[in-house]
Nanobody, 126 residues
Framework: QVQLVESGGGSVQAGGSLRLSCAAS????????MGWFRQAPGKEREGVAAIESDGRTRYADSVEGRFTLSKDSAEKILDLRMNSLTPEDTALYYC????????????????????WGQGTQVTVSS
């Protein structure tokens, strides 16, 4: 079993930056794809970014160029650096992971992921 714990959410003004972290614990040896999702009130959960075990990253068009995803494989920590935040980025952000399989082109599909964190709130004010 794998546990994911997010941290780093908070409130910021538009144009500001935040850094989210996700710490993985438990039996993490087989984790292959890890990512961040977000869900705003009244909206479906959507993929933000994902990272393969070899370090390749994938981003949603809405965050490309503003968000950077990285992974410390030794410490099993996933970092999401978010810059130039806008009110549209306001959401509950979730860390997700899955064993064995690649993120691939369907990395946005929530059923793909086995493990989920509890979420951390990001609020961007105008």
């Amino acid at each position: 079993q794998v546990q994911l714990v997010e941290s780093g959410g908070g409130s910021v003004q538009a144009g500001g930056s935040l850094r989210l972290s996700c710490a993985a614990s438990g039996y993490t040896n087989n984790l292959n794809c890890m990512g961040w999702f977000r869900q705003a009130p009244g909206k479906e959960r959507e993929g933000v970014a994902a990272i393969e075990s070899d370090g390749r990253t994938r981003y949603a068009d809405s965050v490309e160029g503003r968000f950077t995803l990285s992974k410390d494989s030794a410490e099993k920590i996933l970092d999401l650096r978010m810059n130039s935040l806008t009110p549209e980025d306001t959401a509950l952000y979730y860390c997700a992971a899955v064993d064995y399989v690649w993120c691939g082109t369907n990395w946005r599909d929530t059923p793909k992921y086995t493990y989920w964190g509890q979420g951390t709130q990001v609020t961007v004010s105008s």
